[in-house]
């Protein structure tokens, strides 16, 4: 069974731009999270979404936007990048959500903002 | 409120001994999962092992297990028989009622020959 896959794997954007990463969960997987990974912050929590809905959301600013299609694949949004936005996104998969159910994660996109 | 606190930042071992990583956590949630995760430099997040709140023995993969002492609030990895492979930043992670995954700030292990 293929993995959690994420498009692109390296992204450069400017300040002021805007970006769209992808992500595609294990075949079967409905819930897809997005976590934000610097070195400064650590890895935090963005948002979750479960057959296209959001159930969870993390402490972003609404410049953070996310959503889901009918076939599970994901995709996130950042507007006006700021160059604290530079980090490594990962996108983690599992079959259902619930504490108990392992998060699968993708191999990341890391974003520059120059 | 949910916290994850790994006391160490870096552990070294030689081949083939075992190591111990340290996770303690905290939470109010009666149900919970606690997830240790492997990150090389490549950037790649690696499910290792999985242990429940409510799991009466410790979990054990292969040449990882967790030392599971619910009453001390701790969930240590215990990495046996240790391999240069296995040099990479590792992750604890907790998922409770919020279903979200709270990690701690992570250990860097480093096996040398």
């Known amino acids: 069974k293929a993995g959690v896959t994420q498009t692109p794997r390296y992204l450069i954007k400017t300040r002021g731009q805007q970006v769209t990463l992808s992500c595609s969960p294990i075949?079967?997987?409905?819930?897809v999270s997005w976590y934000q990974q610097t070195p400064g912050q650590g890895l935090q929590f963005l948002f979750e979404y479960f057959s296209e809905t959001q159930r969870n959301k993390g402490n972003f600013p609404g410049r953070f936007s996310g959503r889901q299609f009918s076939n599970s694949r994901s995709e996130m949004n950042v507007s006006t990048l700021e160059l604290g936005d530079s980090a490594l996104y990962l996108c983690?998969?599992?079959?259902?959500?619930?504490?108990?159910?392992?998060?699968?994660f993708g191999p990341g996109t890391r974003l520059l903002v120059l | 409120a949910q916290k994850i606190t790994q006391t160490q930042p870096g552990m070294f071992v030689q081949e083939k001994e075992a190591v111990t990583l340290d996770c303690t956590y905290d939470?109010?949630?009666?149900?919970?999962?606690l997830f240790w995760y492997k990150q090389p430099s490549s950037g790649e997040m690696i499910f290792l092992i999985y242990q429940g709140s409510y799991d009466q023995q410790n979990a054990t993969e292969g040449r990882y297990s967790l030392n599971f002492q619910k009453a001390r609030k701790s969930a240590n990895l215990v990495i046996s028989a240790s391999q240069l492979g296995d040099s990479a930043m590792y992750f604890c992670?907790?998922?409770?009622?919020?279903?979200?995954?709270?990690f701690g700030t992570g250990t860097r292990l480093q096996v040398f020959p």
């Open positions: 992670a907790m998922r409770g009622n919020t279903d979200k995954l709270i």
């Open positions: 983690a998969s599992s079959s259902i959500s619930s504490g108990s159910e392992t998060q699968y």
């Open positions: 939470t109010s949630d009666p149900s919970y999962g």
């Open positions: 075949s079967g997987h409905r819930s």
